[in-house]
């Protein structure tokens, strides 16, 4: 009883963090922005819904796989926002307009 | 019983949700702007998927799908990594919609703003 | 670290021997050997390897908490109808210069309020932190290497 309530918690607000993600995707004005959407929201999101078919199960072996998957995403999804980021700076993508610093730009300039 | 009206609720509402995250993402791959653009909403496109396998393993009781989960979560890092790559290697941001607009003849090639603080 | 490694080998052993390759058996081999190598540790050199845990699991609660707190900024930024947003890049200072060090930080950091670490400078001096408002960027700072950064040194010194 208490275990459907909260998987049902579970799913709702997972799935309400990936629309948030998928918002924030949609309105942040550049690369950069939209890559802390992504990152967050998205990685909670999905680790949330994760946990919730873990809990739903049951069974104390399979919802910690379902917390090593979780724990699997949140060790994942800084590493490739991170080398995006890197990645696009490097290469030469422009920051909106709204940024109002750059201090790797001015320590590593484009050649 | 009640609990279980509660969690089928639970899951449809969950499963409209992230179908309309779904759209909004594909919306954002399509136009862009730009290739890094495109690359951050597959990437969380695949984050949808597993939310999407999630809420069918809570529908159907296979538990098996969370392993599915796990490895295409496995293989979406990868794919990011891989396509990070593939940006680094093009060498060039040099594209049809790279820059917005009006942003061009303000910003030139170097920012304007590369100054310590303010 | 190397009596964390040797604690991960002793519960690898535990699992192979005991035969069962679940994952809370992993756990509870890891547990005796943490306990078994804290025995030792604190006979050996007085350094306490179970005071140290708890300190990885602090810094563990306070990653947890920080990330839970960022995708609620990031909902409450991202739903307001008029999108006021200051992002920038700045250079954060390192005091932590061993490589793992600098890459949990790096991760942590990612996954915290508003901040995404996008390069390290060649010498490791500087951290290249994107972070959604720059309007305080020494507050932000302070904020890193007051929480995470002291956390880090605490855990793994």
């Not at chain 1, 999804?77 to 696009?88: E, G, V």
């Not at chain 2, 136009?31 to 496109?45: E, I, N, Q, S, Y």
Request: some cysteine.
């Amino acid at each position: 009883m208490v275990l459907t309530v909260l998987t049902a918690a579970l799913l709702v607000g997972g799935a309400l963090f990936a629309l948030i993600a998928s918002i924030g995707l949609l309105r942040l004005p550049d690369v950069f922005t939209r890559m802390h959407a992504a990152s967050k929201a998205g990685t909670v999101g999905s680790g949330l819904l994760l946990l919730a078919a873990g809990l739903h199960a049951g069974d104390l072996a399979i919802f910690f796989r379902a917390l090593a998957g979780f724990l699997f995403f949140i060790l994942t999804a800084p590493i490739s926002a991170h080398l995006l980021a890197k990645t696009a700076h490097q290469v030469g993508y422009r920051l909106h307009r709204s940024t109002i610093i750059d201090e790797l730009r001015r320590d590593r300039p484009l050649e | 019983m009640t609990a279980q009206a509660l969690l089928d609720g639970a899951i449809w509402l969950a499963l409209a949700l992230l179908g309309l995250s779904f759209f909004a993402t594909a919306y954002r791959v399509i136009t862009g702007p730009t290739l890094a653009d495109r690359v951050v909403g597959l990437d969380m496109l695949v984050g949808i998927a597993i939310g999407f396998i999630a809420v069918i393993a809570v529908k159907t009781g296979f538990t098996l799908y969370i392993d599915v989960a796990i490895a295409l979560g496995l293989v979406g890092f990868l794919a990011t990594v891989a396509f990070a790559r593939f940006i680094l290697s093009r060498k060039t941001a040099d594209e049809q919609g790279a820059l917005e607009p009006n942003q061009g003849a303000e910003r030139g090639v170097q920012p304007a703003t590369t100054g310590k603080g303010e | 670290m190397t009596a964390f490694t040797m604690n991960v080998l002793f519960a690898v052993i535990w699992v192979a021997v005991s035969g069962s390759a679940t994952f809370l058996n992993f756990l509870f081999g890891f547990l005796v050997s943490a306990f078994a190598i804290g025995l030792i540790r604190e006979q050996a050199q007085g350094v306490s390897y179970l005071g140290r845990i708890g300190r990885i699991l602090s810094l563990t609660v306070l990653f947890f908490k920080e990330l839970a707190l960022s995708a609620w900024k990031v909902a409450v930024l991202v739903t307001r109808p008029k999108l006021d947003v200051k992002p920038g890049i700045f250079a954060f200072p390192l005091t932590v210069d061993r490589d793992f060090e600098i890459t949990l930080l790096a991760n942590l950091i990612t996954l915290t309020p508003g901040t995404l670490s996008v390069d390290v400078s060649e010498d490791r001096t500087l951290l290249y932190v994107h972070a959604i408002d720059c309007s305080d960027v020494e507050g932000t700072k302070r904020d890193i290497a007051e929480g995470f950064e002291r956390k880090i040194m605490e855990a793994f010194r």
